[in-house]
């Protein structure tokens, strides 16, 4: 509605602290302001009339015009006092509401002018409707406030003008001040009622939940007294039974422990309700026993006690190259690990996963790392763990449930700082129906794992302090965990390595397990490499490791059984007698160029690995066929490589319908051993090609490389042990995708000094290099 026209009134304009005053409203202010005080003398002076204003903010000492609402009302003193402390005590009655329009600021005294607020009346009849709604309404309000007497209530029958109503209603309600002023400062009399309906209805609620929870506080108050008496008196009889000794020895004693335990107070508080309910149980339930367990459980995890982590990287370094040989590049990324973690003094980062194959060192390299940082060292194996509650743990409404092994593990070592080997992550049983490994997700998660929840010990616990690492011997885990870890790749040892690693590591360690002197045993380095390449097949150490070991206990038994023997000597005529008949004799590579047999290299869980194809095409009607216990991926690359020589048919001066006339048949042998994987392309193609064409190949090649239908070779994985297999088989040349040149780098300078690496991008450059007979001539 619109304000009707009326003068302006200069006067005294006195800024209130967190107070609203409305028309009608007759109320004591205490004054103690020295710019209010003059403001009062000059009103007084006049003519009692004063304008009251309230302030935006409390905390503003003096306020400027910015600072202060627009609109207040205009007021009358009525009493003044002054008092002893030199406060003055006005009583004020407020007559209308005004808005200022200027505020002048002469000596820090607010002199301004106002203007008189007017709203128009409703008709008589809506005037009649909203009085008996608005009434109604404070009535239903007044039922939950008792300040509110039933003289109030009946004092505003008498009130007939709708806005002196809602102005004396408003001052009844603890509103909030930015309440009280939207009351006072809207015109349209229907949307001040409207508001103030509102704020009725939203205090009548308040109290309503307000009610409910004395309500029941009251109800928990008497349960707990209730409660205290029947202790109490239980506590009597069995006394009077002589019963409670052992009973309140056990209770005194897990009480100690949990004060003792230093976790957390809220944490604390749950465990002692669960010690009081144990305590009132049978001693001989299923029940007691399930509780007392878990008290116990709880008691036993580590909630505030580390070790001291050592820091110097220097100290660090001299550990890891004590215990593991060569390495150089992981070495390097677990210092700069362990450097990041020293300057931020936390755990927060990736999880280191370590991949290799069996017997590079792994394992042990985590408890090297533990070692050199001060750790104490957890290992768990999750090889076959397939139920999510062998890593969260199971809950208690189950009988025999305990934790899942993450927190037995912390709890049985008792620090929560320890460095936490998950080994063989890889091997982990992944079904849908209870997938273990989406439960440690949350666990590798930095971000996610400060608040871990057990199943069975239902509290959050901080695993952030703990130091994770995951070891595995392939990439197939799942890509959620996969992305939670950084991978450093172990790759395998060279001949000369596992030399080096069993004069240093391998020979000093036998010989003190088997209880043997430095003077009782001699091995030749012929014997020592003979070992290696006859006696063990693998990338790491550990059945180099096994051998030497057989070896140290034959020569203890015979130096006890026969006293005159003071050493032996192995070497490569008398190993035979020590470790028996030779294991791997190599019959991969060919003596001399034939048809259709070529030399793969492969990548298996164990290292790189030779791997002889060999294809023959006889007279037949087209029938391929193909043997070897092949996966579905090689089968795929058969295919692919008979194409590929269709579309060469031309270049290869062969018949175009060759493959409807003749069969084919390609066969890799250890057919018991399955085989799969992309990479062994160009090897099929070019056997294949060489039994067509009669041409045969070059017994001196080894190759790798997958192909693709128009000819293309494309990248492979695994290149470095692949050329470490072929090194160790004496291969002189190799072929492998021009697109894998980079990995050349990671391969030592010595390897490639003796083999000749060639680089290519298509079929045509393939068989060109590896055929007796250039075929395309």
């Known amino acids: 509605m619109k304000e009707k026209k009326s003068k302006y009134i200069k006067i005294p304009i006195l800024p209130l602290r967190d107070t609203v005053i409305y028309p009608y409203m007759v109320i004591p202010l205490f004054v103690g302001r020295k710019q209010s005080m003059k403001l009062i003398n000059i009103s007084i002076k006049k003519n009692k009339k004063i304008m009251l204003i309230t302030q935006k903010k409390y905390s503003i000492e003096e306020p400027k015009i910015k600072d202060l609402y627009k609109i207040g009302t205009l007021s009358s003193i009525i009493q003044l006092l002054k008092l002893p402390d030199g406060t003055v005590k006005i009583l004020i009655e407020g007559k209308k509401r005004a808005k200022i329009i200027d505020l002048g600021n002469k000596k820090n005294n607010f002199i301004g002018k106002i203007k008189i607020i007017h709203s128009k009346k409703l008709k008589k009849k809506e005037n009649k409707i909203w009085k008996r709604t608005i009434i109604n309404q404070f009535k239903k309000y007044s039922k939950f406030n008792d300040k509110i007497s039933l003289d109030i209530i009946n004092s505003l029958d008498k009130i007939n003008n709708i806005n002196k109503l809602i102005d004396t209603i408003a001052n009844y309600i603890p509103l909030k001040l930015i309440n009280k002023q939207k009351i006072l400062e809207e015109i349209n009399i229907e949307k001040r009622l409207e508001f103030l309906m509102i704020m009725l209805e939203s205090e009548i609620k308040l109290f309503t939940i307000e009610q409910k929870i004395r309500i029941r506080i009251k109800q928990q108050m008497e349960k707990n007294q209730k409660e205290y008496y029947l202790t109490e008196q239980l506590k009597a009889i069995q006394k009077e039974l002589g019963k409670n000794k052992k009973d309140l020895n056990e209770y005194s004693i897990l009480k100690k422990k949990i004060l003792n335990s230093k976790m957390p107070k809220k944490i604390e508080i749950e465990i002692i309700n669960e010690l009081k309910r144990f305590r009132l149980m049978p001693y001989m339930s299923s029940e007691t026993t399930v509780v007392r367990s878990y008290i116990e459980w709880m008691i036993k995890v580590p909630w505030k006690n580390k070790t001291k982590i050592q820091k110097k990287l220097s100290t660090a370094l001299l550990i890891l190259n004590k215990n593991h040989y060569g390495l150089e590049n992981v070495k390097n990324r677990i210092l700069e690990y362990l450097a990041v973690q020293n300057r931020m003094n936390k755990i927060k980062g990736p999880i280191l996963c370590l991949v290799g194959p069996p017997g590079v060192g792994k394992t042990s390299l985590g408890k090297s790392i533990a070692k050199a940082t001060g750790r104490k060292y957890i290992r768990m194996s999750l090889g076959g763990i397939k139920d999510e509650s062998e890593i969260r743990g199971h809950r208690r409404t189950y009988i025999g449930s305990m934790p899942g092994k993450i927190m037995q593990n912390i709890s049985n070592i008792g620090v929560k700082n320890p460095l936490f080997l998950l080994d063989e992550i890889d091997k982990m049983s992944y079904e849908n129906q209870s997938d273990a490994s989406s439960a440690l997700l949350e666990v590798l998660d930095p971000e996610q794992n400060y608040s871990f929840n057990d199943h069975y010990l239902e509290v959050n616990y901080d695993l952030s302090e703990v130091m994770f690492i995951a070891t595995a011997n392939s990439l197939n885990i799942p890509t959620p965990l996969l992305d939670r870890m950084e991978i450093i790749k172990l790759p395998g040892y060279t001949e000369e390595e596992k030399i080096k690693i069993y004069n240093s590591y391998l020979k000093p360690k036998q010989i003190k397990e088997n209880a043997l002197k430095n003077n009782e045993i001699s091995i030749t380095k012929k014997a020592v490499i003979k070992i290696i390449r006859q006696y063990t097949k693998e990338s790491g150490v550990r059945n180099l490791e096994k051998k030497i070991s057989k070896i140290c206990r034959k020569i203890v038994k015979k130096i006890l059984l026969n006293k005159k023997i003071k050493k032996i000597k192995i070497n490569t005529k008398n190993l035979e007698k020590y470790l028996g008949i030779k294991k791997n004799i190599s019959t991969k590579i ?188």
């Open 590 to 777: 060919n003596k001399k160029n034939e048809i259709g047999q070529v030399i793969g290299l492969a990548w298996t869980n164990f290292g790189g690995e030779l791997l002889k194809i060999q294809s023959a095409c006889i007279k037949g009607k087209g029938k391929l066929s193909f043997t070897g216990y092949l996966g579905k991926v090689m089968k795929e690359s058969i295919q692919t490589a008979i194409t590929v020589i269709r579309t060469q048919a031309k270049k290869l001066k062969i018949s175009t319908n060759f493959y409807e006339k003749n069969d084919i048949h390609v066969h890799i042998p250890e057919g018991a051993t399955p085989k799969d994987g992309p990479s062994a392309g160009i090897s099929i193609c070019t056997s294949i090609t060489s039994s067509i064409t009669k041409n045969p190949v070059k017994h001196t090649f080894a190759m790798t490389g997958e192909i693709t239908l128009n000819g293309n070779v494309i990248a492979i994985g695994g290149l470095r042990e692949k050329i470490l297999a072929a090194y160790q088989e004496k291969i002189k040349n190799i072929i492998i995708p021009k697109e894998n040149k980079k990995d050349l780098k990671k391969i030592s300078k010595k390897i490639l000094s003796k083999i000749k690496i060639y680089l290519v991008q298509n079929i045509k450059e393939v068989l060109k290099l590896s055929l007796e007979n250039d075929p395309y001539k």
